[in-house]
């Protein structure tokens, strides 16, 4: 078996280079002929190789980086008809993906261990419009601050980097006139903010979706319809305190398989799939269930699975074993 690591040599602190070696050997005690890709500064340059990677056969594509660089992995290869499975390196700022699935994100040896143990998981991936995304979509006026912070603070101060612009974008939060259709029914008028919600870590916390199951193929879907201050930061308070905000009236909580999000009175509307600009709405977002093999530490993670999923990652991993 062939695993390709793909990695971007840039992202958090630049610790990617220095753990190539050390990685390559851990999948190497795992049984596959290992080698590795530097990302460049080209667009897609960690996306097409996934794609070519994919399309010669390699059985097992290692993503390491940030958010970004998974995601754009993910597209990569959630496009093909025969899919390798996927492990994750978490190296950036937040790594929400690796937060959800108990990756070690300290430690780029501790994280490629996980690959060691053969536990993973048929992961839900979402599809808007032609892109996919594997944690979370947004949008309006409370997303921008992921495309105002600077590369360079997001380095230097990791995920303190977000709350610090956040502060500052608070006052600044505007309503947006939209329309969103989902399985149990339509919201049409303002919102400060649309999230979608694929895991239960979104921005590192993890109380804002407390009761999001893994690879059930639904949707968490949050619409926040005040753009009050005083109001937002009250929902804030309440999601802190042990989730407590899926019962407010300021907002709509369900869970659903597609939505439909149309901006209204010529509003622009900006999407964010994965922390990076995706695009503008009108879009549709289609959940893909079990759509890819993602290794997971499973044993820290029965709470968010669903019971006929780990009944069956089990039976497998036992047969792998």
């Known amino acids: 078996m062939r695993a390709r690591l793909i990695y971007n040599p840039t992202s958090g602190h630049e610790i990617m280079p220095n753990n190539v070696?050390?990685?390559?050997?851990?999948?190497?005690?795992?049984?596959?002929e290992a080698?590795?890709?530097?990302?460049?500064?080209d667009q897609n340059s960690a996306k097409n190789e996934a794609t070519r990677a994919a399309k010669a056969g390699f059985e097992l594509i290692?993503?390491?980086?940030?958010?970004?660089?998974?995601?754009?992995?993910?597209?990569?290869?959630a496009g093909l008809d025969k899919r390798p499975q996927l492990a994750i390196i978490p190296a950036g700022t937040t790594n929400d993906y690796a937060r959800a699935l108990k990756i070690p994100r300290e430690d780029p040896i501790e994280a490629a261990k996980v690959v060691l143990n053969k536990t993973y998981l048929p992961m839900d991936i979402g599809k808007a419009n032609d892109?996919?995304?594997?944690?979370?979509?947004?949008?309006g006026s409370m997303t921008e601050l992921t495309y105002e912070v600077p590369s360079a603070l997001k380095s230097v101060l990791g995920y303190l980097a977000y709350l610090v612009k956040g502060a500052e974008m608070l006052p600044r939060i505007k309503p947006?006139?939209?329309?969103?259709?989902?399985?149990?029914?339509?919201?049409?008028?303002?919102?400060?903010?649309?999230?979608?919600?694929?895991?239960?870590?979104?921005?590192?916390?993890?109380?804002?979706?407390?009761?999001?199951?893994?690879?059930?193929?639904?949707f968490t879907l949050i619409v926040i319809k005040t753009s009050n201050l005083k109001e937002i930061l009250h929902l804030i308070a309440l999601a802190l305190n042990g989730g407590r905000h899926v019962d407010?009236?300021?907002?709509?909580?369900?869970?659903?398989?597609?939505?439909?999000i149309t901006p209204e009175d010529n509003e622009k509307l900006m999407i964010n799939l994965d922390g990076e600009y995706g695009g503008d709405a009108p879009v549709v977002f289609t959940n893909l269930q079990?759509?890819?093999?993602?290794?997971?530490?499973?044993?820290?993670?029965?709470?968010?699975?669903?019971?006929?999923?780990?009944?069956?990652?089990?039976?497998?991993?036992?047969?792998?074993?």
């Open 131 to 139: 892109t996919y995304f594997m944690n979370i979509a947004a949008g």
């Open 21 to 32: 070696g050390g990685i390559l050997d851990i999948l190497e005690q795992a049984g596959y």
């Open 62 to 77: 290692v993503a390491a980086g940030g958010d970004g660089t998974i995601n754009e992995v993910v597209n990569g290869i």
């Open 248 to 260: 407010n009236d300021k907002i709509i909580y369900s869970n659903t398989r597609k939505i439909k």
């Open 290 to 321: 079990q759509h890819i093999d993602i290794y997971a530490n499973t044993d820290e993670l029965k709470n968010s699975i669903s019971k006929d999923v780990l009944i069956e990652n089990e039976k497998v991993n036992n047969e792998e074993k």
């Open 176 to 218: 947006t006139k939209m329309k969103i259709e989902y399985d149990d029914g339509e919201y049409d008028g303002e919102a400060s903010m649309f999230f979608i919600a694929m895991t239960n870590s979104v921005g590192g916390m993890e109380q804002i979706v407390p009761d999001q199951q893994f690879s059930d193929g639904l």
């Open 35 to 41: 080698s590795a890709f530097r990302t460049t500064a």
